[in-house]
């Protein structure tokens, strides 16, 4: 932080109770001695988890942190706020777009696609805006966080569906170039004679299995001529 003190954040799907406690004190107590830094703990609570233990006295002293409870918060709310302040014009901060990140943690009747769904709807949208380099940034760090979440929380039927959106964002156009590097790198490292064939053909099976895009899909995102995509069809083997 500005003021040289630390923020250590904790995330908990279940309640560990004094156990966990413990062990956070020992982390605070670490970093304090070993970097010389003031370190208070903020515990994010998912799941059902609503009345945490916060604090034990053990001897004289008393160890507490300071506690997030998700379910506490409605994720309906949460997005009819943002979208409110959108059609009105108004510019959203950071403290409107960081907690779309928690919405897959927060109460609400909204499925947990549904929220992932919305979030990146809504930093698409942002992000298509003018907006400043650490607007963009900050969109970019949002999209990764919610992305990460949807991996955790969805199956792979509902991550067909994320995957497809994630695609049209900054975050997906990252992972198609870094599919495109690893399949040039691939090329070098086989060096074979018909090196950008295959490099186009490893990235696209690099996307196809990253973001489980279908071939057509890879291709598309690939930017690859019409004419010639019949013939990596035949190479994929569909």
């Not at 942190?65 to 009105?88: C, D, S, V, Y």
């Not at 709807?121 to 969109?139: F, H, K, M, P």
């Not at 196809?208 to 930017?223: F, G, I, P, Y």
């Amino acid at each position: 932080m500005e003021d040289g003190s630390w923020k250590h954040f904790e995330f908990q799907s279940k309640n560990g109770g004094l156990e966990d406690l413990k062990r956070f004190r020992v982390y605070e107590a670490n970093a304090s001695y070993q970097y010389k830094v003031s370190v208070t703990t903020y515990v994010l609570f998912s799941g059902r988890i609503k009345r945490p233990e916060t604090e034990f006295t053990e001897g004289i002293n008393t160890y507490r942190i300071q506690p997030l409870i998700m379910q506490n918060r409605n994720a309906e709310k949460e997005f009819a706020g943002i979208r409110k302040k959108i059609q009105k014009g108004g510019k959203l901060t950071k403290a409107d777009l960081v907690p779309m990140a928690l919405t897959p943690l927060m109460g609400g009747e909204m499925t947990q696609k549904e929220r992932i769904m919305a979030s990146l709807e809504i930093l698409r949208e942002y992000g298509s805006a003018e907006v400043g380099a650490q607007d963009r940034d900050c969109i970019e760090k949002l999209e990764a966080v919610i992305y990460t979440m949807a991996e955790k929380f969805l199956d792979n039927l509902d991550m067909e569906d994320v995957r497809k959106g994630v695609a049209m964002t900054r975050l997906g156009q990252m992972l198609v170039e870094e599919g495109r590097e690893e399949g040039r790198e691939e090329g070098r490292k086989e060096g074979m004679k018909e090196g950008e064939q295959y490099t186009l053909l490893e990235s696209i099976r690099s996307l196809m299995e990253t973001l489980k895009l279908s071939a057509d899909q890879a291709m598309e995102a690939l930017r690859i001529p019409t004419e010639e995509r019949e013939k990596y069809r035949a190479l994929i083997g569909g």
